[in-house]
């Protein structure tokens, strides 16, 4: 018990990254770029990279906006290589940004010093050492980018869920891209200086993906991704403590196993349903017709006897 108050304010921040990246990863998943996250955190970690080549604190503000500003080319690069006639996927574009920001990231360390310690804590971040006024300001700042995708939601959504329909209606879609990948820019900058890549796609990618598996709409599926990030950040903090291992990459590791845990019920309930579906369907009459008609090989209909 004299663990827990110490565990309350990573807690409150996973909360935090978990009630946006849910929100982001269901644009994301149903974009198709699923890797853009890891893009954009990767190209984050490379201008954090450079400042602290330069010099810089890598806590301190001229690191931060010069990670922001990486972030921003990279949404600027994402936005202009959607094209409406797709001959290269854009997610072949989003791959290749984060080997070469990876490649940038690692070349630039070889060249400072602590390079080791630097390159883990971009990909798998220390979340335990969260401080509340750095909680404070996420909120904020996160706050501020919900209100943003709420005002302008039909407009993202459509986006992402119809990009045709949008595009006949006279929406720009590569301006609203690039908003999108802007406030997106915003979210992942300051997630990563928090927790690091690989936590950051995870809180973006898997309750999105774990939600898909029960529910179709938005709402519900929202509603499954936030109470999954919830109940598996409180898992993963508790389970890096008690077990004395690095706190992201334990609630990565938890992700993935309520991951394949859903997964499994997904699978019983989908096998437990389909037998009584066919069923079901195999016996239903229409309403008023005593017999369906039989056709023949011919396509004509077949005459009862008598």
């Not at 909680?135 to 904020?140: H, P, Q």
């Not at 005002?151 to 999108?180: C, H, N, Y």
């Not at 529910?215 to 109940?231: E, F, Y």
Request: hydrophobic content about 55%.
């Amino acid at each position: 018990m004299d663990v827990l108050p110490f565990l309350f304010a990573p807690f409150v921040a996973s909360l935090i990254l978990t009630g946006i990246h849910a929100y982001l990863g269901v644009h994301v998943v149903e974009r198709g770029v699923i890797f853009v996250d890891l893009a954009l955190a990767q190209i984050a970690a490379l201008g954090a990279t450079i400042a602290i080549l330069a010099g810089m604190d890598p806590h301190a503000g001229g690191a931060y906006w010069i990670s922001l500003a990486f972030t921003f080319l990279g949404a600027g690069i994402f936005s202009l290589v959607r094209m409406r006639r797709v001959h290269i996927p854009q997610e072949a574009f989003i791959g290749i940004a984060y080997a070469v920001a990876s490649a940038g990231a690692i070349l630039a360390m070889s060249k400072a010093t602590g390079e080791t310690e630097h390159l883990k804590d971009m990909l798998v971040g220390n979340i335990l050492a969260v401080s509340w006024p750095e909680v404070g300001r996420t909120a904020l700042l996160y706050g501020g980018i919900g209100v943003f995708h709420y005002f302008f939601r039909k407009k993202f959504l459509l986006i992402s869920l119809d990009p045709r329909t949008a595009e006949s209606q006279g929406v720009s879609i590569r301006l609203w891209d690039f908003l999108f990948y802007a406030s997106f820019g915003f979210v992942v900058t300051s997630s990563v200086a928090i927790a690091g890549v690989l936590l950051v796609f995870c809180y973006l990618i898997v309750p999105s993906v774990g939600a898909m598996l029960f529910a179709d709409r938005i709402g519900p599926r929202l509603a499954i991704g936030w109470t999954m990030g919830t109940l598996v950040s409180a898992l993963g903090v508790y389970l890096s403590v008690v077990l004395d291992l690095p706190t992201g990459a334990t609630i990565v590791c938890t992700f993935g196993g309520i991951l394949v845990l859903m997964f499994v019920v997904h699978l019983i309930i989908y096998h437990y349903k389909r037998p009584n579906e066919a069923s079901d369907a195999a016996t239903a009459v229409p309403a008023g017709v005593a017999h369906a008609p039989e056709f023949g090989l011919d396509g004509d209909q077949v005459k009862r006897p008598g």
